[in-house]
């Protein structure tokens, strides 16, 4: 065990230690202002008609790279330890308690040898979810890229989607060169690369790094046509959030020109290709409105908000992406605020469609 044999003492329970006060350096990569919500018409359309999110305000945020020493990460969490105690920053929306109770297992422990080149994480426990990969991995990898840790080996899935190997490649990265890692493993560094993208710390705030992140990947893929889409992003099958009449949106959209896509049946490039000829992306809280961040500044983003799972997470992504947003609240007879839950009543088609109506004297030009 040698060296390691550090990483299963706990020391004693003391108040929590943050990451800039264990890292072994600090580079800042960007300090963020609070910037408002930027709302088709002012939030107000001519009917009366308001969007949701009146007056949201993104929060203030300075980010950062760290180097950690002597730290072990487990997989199943993404939580780190140092000393043996979790470092309760790298938590990103687990059961408190489960990260409280977490310990080194010393029959789980995989140690991670030292290179020249570091190791770095890029990716929260939800890694398989394309707008945590969007939201958390794509600016750390831009981070690494632009800090001279292109060379990193990245800690990523031991199974990777093609989206994932795809997205990585357009970066600049290659899946055969990180270290694949598995859940209920635990993984001790000599020293990591950690970002505060990974924890979920930008999640509220206009990063310009993200933006630039995803400016970048979306200049690999040339223009496949005019900018003349307007496009709806269905749920489909999915459990989560469905709406009971979709498919009756979906034809009455159609019949309007719409381009109707489940984004999950396009490749990476498809995806990146397909967002950045929309004048109009419409469609409800889901890995497919990530897809916002391949757009053209001044693409009207148009979503419909559960009213009982009001997360203002596209929202972000659409104004760090320069796009206006119209957000229309669906009464779905759910009381309890639940990210899974699907609506018990069928969303109001006639007064989408109204809507619309209106929105669709402020898109950009084709």
Same mark, same amino acid.
């Given at each position: ?15 929590? %230690?943050?990451?800039? &006060? ?14 408002? %919500?930027? +709302? %088709? ?27 950690? *020493?002597? =730290? ?20 990103? %929306?687990? &059961?408190?308690?489960?990260?409280? !109770? ?5 029959? &789980? ?34 981070? +690494? ?33 990180? /270290? ?20 979920? #710390? ?9 933006? #630039? ?15 003349? +889409? ?23 959209? *159609? ?15 498809? *995806?990146? *290709?397909?967002?950045?000829? !929309?004048?109009? /992306? ?10 916002? =961040? ?26 760090? !992406? ?36 209106? /929105? ?7």
């Amino acid at each position: 065990m040698g060296f390691f044999r550090k990483f299963f003492r706990r020391t004693a329970d003391t108040d929590p %230690v943050s990451l800039k &006060d264990v890292a072994s350096s600090v580079t800042v990569l960007e300090t963020v202002p609070a910037v408002p %919500v930027s +709302l %088709v018409s002012g939030g107000v359309l001519g009917a009366g008609e308001t969007s949701v999110f009146q007056g949201w305000v993104s929060e203030p945020a300075t980010l950062c790279l760290y180097e950690l *020493q002597d =730290v072990v990460l487990d997989r199943s969490l993404m939580v780190f330890l140092k000393d043996g105690k979790p470092l309760l920053e790298t938590a990103y %929306v687990q &059961d408190p308690a489960a990260v409280a !109770a977490l310990t080194v297992r010393p029959d &789980d422990l995989v140690t991670v040898p030292d290179h020249a080149a570091p190791a770095a994480v890029c990716c929260d426990h939800w890694n398989s979810n394309y707008y945590h990969w969007l939201s958390h991995t794509l600016p750390t990898l831009h981070a +690494l890229r632009i800090t001279g840790h292109q060379d990193a080996r990245l800690m990523l899935p031991a199974s990777m989607r093609p989206w994932q190997v795809d997205t990585l490649a357009l970066s600049g990265f290659e899946a055969q060169n990180g /270290i694949p890692t598995e859940h209920g493993k635990q993984y001790a560094f000599r020293r990591v690369l950690y970002a505060d993208y990974v924890r979920g #710390a930008a999640d509220f705030s206009v990063s310009p790094l993200s933006r #630039a992140a995803y400016e970048t990947l979306a200049a690999t893929q040339p223009p496949t046509g005019p900018r003349d +889409l307007r496009i709806f992003i269905e749920r489909g099958p999915a459990s989560n959030r469905r709406i009971p009449n979709e498919a009756e949106l979906t034809a009455a959209l *159609q019949a309007r020109g719409f381009l109707c896509v489940r984004a999950e049946k396009l490749t990476a490039a498809e *995806q990146i *290709q397909t967002f950045k000829r !929309a004048r109009l /992306i419409m469609g409800q809280l889901g890995s497919g409105m990530a897809n916002c =961040v391949w757009c053209q500044p001044g693409t009207v983003m148009f979503e419909l908000v559960a009213e009982h799972h009001q997360n203002p997470c596209n929202l972000l992504m659409g104004l760090q !992406a320069g796009l206006p947003y119209w957000g229309k609240l669906m009464p779905t007879g759910q009381q309890d605020d639940d990210h899974i839950a699907q609506s018990e009543q069928p969303l109001d088609i006639a007064s989408v469609l109204r809507e619309l109506d209106q /929105i669709e004297q402020y898109l950009p030009p084709v």
